[in-house]
């Protein structure tokens, strides 16, 4: 049970924003939310976590609700590098990590 | 730093034969974690290490499935006997605890058992 939902896919144009969304209405208080995405042929790689408040860095911005029941990942100007599987995963920061299905974003020139 | 290393990257083997796949953690990690994606199942984890103590191999799909961590820079993941239903891509992450931690992911193992 990943105990997150994204949509299966989004489509996006190159050089647009993209924003994802997650939704996690059962998190704990001490649950971080992490995002990795997945490129083809690739293994998974990190790409931002927070707790309570939003988080930037040099790949993406993570927007988190006040009730913390939902985020959005935010990609400013998508490359079609960024074409990718994006897992929204809820749980610790040491423990394995709970995937679920992801979106499929897909990035058109 | 060369990352996570697995090997082999692709394995072919028939039913019945013992499968084993190696992973070197990224050094300093002290965490280390291993999982399987197919197309039906999506990606698991099966089992994960800290300071190479198993913590956690609730994962780890029934008996035939073992996995070690002699030291801090290898851990194996063994499959004996292997069976068509077992072919995974095989990846191996590892990071560092304290504080949050980052996984870091190798570029996996592909398993095709005939």
């Known amino acids: 049970d990943a105990k997150t939902t994204q949509p299966n896919s989004m489509e996006s144009n190159e050089e647009e924003p993209v924003h994802l969304p997650c939704n996690h209405s059962t998190i704990s208080g001490t649950d971080y939310i992490h995002w990795y995405r997945q490129l083809p042929s690739q293994g998974p790689e990190y790409v931002i976590h927070?707790?309570?408040s939003n988080v930037n860095n040099r790949m993406a911005s993570l927007a988190i609700a006040e009730d913390r029941k939902s985020s959005t990942l935010i990609l400013h100007r998508a490359t079609l590098r960024d074409a990718a599987v994006y897992y929204c995963?809820?749980?610790?920061?040491?423990?394995?990590?709970?995937f679920g299905k992801g979106t499929h974003l897909i990035i058109q020139p | 730093d060369a990352g996570v290393i697995q090997s082999p990257r692709h394995e072919v083997t028939e039913m019945g034969q013992e499968v084993t796949l190696r992973c070197k953690p990224i050094s300093g990690h002290n965490s280390l974690f291993w999982y399987r994606q197919t197309m039906m199942r999506g990606l698991e984890l099966l089992i994960y290490?800290?300071?190479?103590?198993?913590?956690?191999d609730s994962g780890m799909p029934e008996d035939r499935f073992s996995a070690k961590m002699p030291n801090a820079s290898f851990s194996t993941l063994k499959i004996q006997p292997s069976e068509p239903r077992d072919s995974a891509v095989y990846f191996c992450?590892?990071?560092?605890?304290?504080?949050?931690?980052?996984?870091?992911f190798g570029p996996g193992t592909r398993l095709t058992v005939l």
């Open positions: 290490f800290n300071n190479n103590v198993p913590i956690d």
């Open positions: 995963i809820r749980g610790g920061g040491a423990d394995g990590l709970t």
């Open positions: 927070g707790l309570t």
């Open positions: 992450a590892s990071s560092f605890v304290g504080g949050y931690n980052e996984q870091f």
